[in-house]
């Protein structure tokens, strides 16, 4: 594992160390264009392993304050990515360009281009229901609607106009089964969601984020107002989930960072300060700012 990732990882210091292959598999076959603030380096692919999200000169304002400039990288399929840095630094604003919920801010302005599985996610023809199928989302506080644990995890199938009623059992049985929960609430279905702990509740809202089935699974902060078993349980579901999905997880706790991703994004300021393996930027990082975040310098 870790020596197929680190295949992935540009040797030479500095700027974005991720690369995308040119290998083809799903319809598209590009390499890093040479515009992206993202440089190529000897001409080589690095990986074999596919990006599925492709940010490009990302900016983002709210009204005239800038609050991403210039975020490029490549997040690759079926790795954790965490997004590291201090409050204010812009990982939320990141993470929610990704399934377009900023679209809904007053006075935003996004330039720059995002792809996830090769579509841009802002081209006009693409329906934000269709976005929403292939990104879900999990946030910092858990919501569960104020529904059956069953209506919870059915909500997002039934919405697509799925299925018949065992088929309906099997998505509801699969989905909270990889979301580690099934054991636990097998027996009280028709119960309300609200009735769960906290833990089996935010259990409950990555069941219902993968009941779609997504590609990219986001989590904002997902365990910060749990316990550390709640905790434990859901980093240990995440090695389980990015076998099938791909994760991008927003965190402000470093240990989680280094436990649960394989590569790290440390942003400051809203600029994108570096991205490579999680344990190249934990153990050996290349830039001072990063070094004296992880060293607990400041944040
Ligand atoms: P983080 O998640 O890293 O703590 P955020 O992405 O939430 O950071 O915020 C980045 C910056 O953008 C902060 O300065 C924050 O105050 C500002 N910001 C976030 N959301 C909004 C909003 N809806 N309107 C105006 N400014 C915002
Ligand atoms: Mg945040």
């Known amino acids: 594992m870790a020596t197929r990732a680190e295949m992935a990882v540009e040797e030479q210091r500095g700027e974005v160390s991720v690369r995308a292959s040119g ?43 800038l609050a991403l400039e210039d975020i490029s990288l490549d997040i690759l ?54 976005l929403r199928k292939r990104v879900g ?24 106009g ?15 089964r990889s979301a580690a929960l099934w054991d636990e609430v097998r027996d009280r279905l ?8 906290g833990g089996q509740q935010q259990r409950l809202c990555i069941a219902r984020a993968i009941a779609v089935e997504p590609d990219v699974l986001l989590m904002d902060e997902p365990c910060s107002a749990l ?6 349980k859901i980093e240990e579901l995440m090695a389980d989930l990015k076998k099938q999905y791909t994760i991008v997880i927003v965190t402000h706790n470093m240990q989680q960072a280094a436990r649960v991703s394989d590569y790290t994004a440390f942003l400051y300021l809203g600029t994108l300060i570096e991205y490579d393996l999680t344990k190249q930027i934990f153990v050996n990082p290349s830039k001072k700012q990063t070094e004296d975040y992880i060293t607990g310098r400041f944040g």
């Open 190 to 197: 028709q119960e309300s969601a609200l009735s769960l702990s």
């Open 227 to 232: 316990d550390p078993i709640a905790t434990a």
């Open 162 to 176: 799925l299925p018949r009623r065992s088929a309906m059992d099997e998505i509801v049985e699969r989905s909270l």
């Open 77 to 130: 399929k079926h790795q954790v990515t965490a997004f590291i840095g201090p409050s204010g630094c812009g990982k939320t604003t990141l993470l929610r360009c990704l399934n377009r919920l900023n679209d809904l801010v007053d006075g935003v302005t996004i330039t720059g281009t995002i792809r996830i599985g090769g579509t841009d996610i802002n081209d006009p023809n693409l329906e934000i229901t269709e």
């Open 137 to 160: 989302m999990v946030f910092q506080k858990s919501n569960p609607f104020p529904k059956t644990i069953y209506d919870n995890v059915a909500y997002g199938p039934r919405i697509q």
């Open 23 to 65: 290998e083809s598999q799903r319809g598209y076959n590009r390499g890093v264009p040479g515009d992206t603030g993202v440089q190529g380096q000897g001409g080589e692919a690095r990986t074999r392993m596919e990006p599925m999200i492709e940010i490009r000169k990302l900016n983002l304002k709210y009204g005239e304050k």
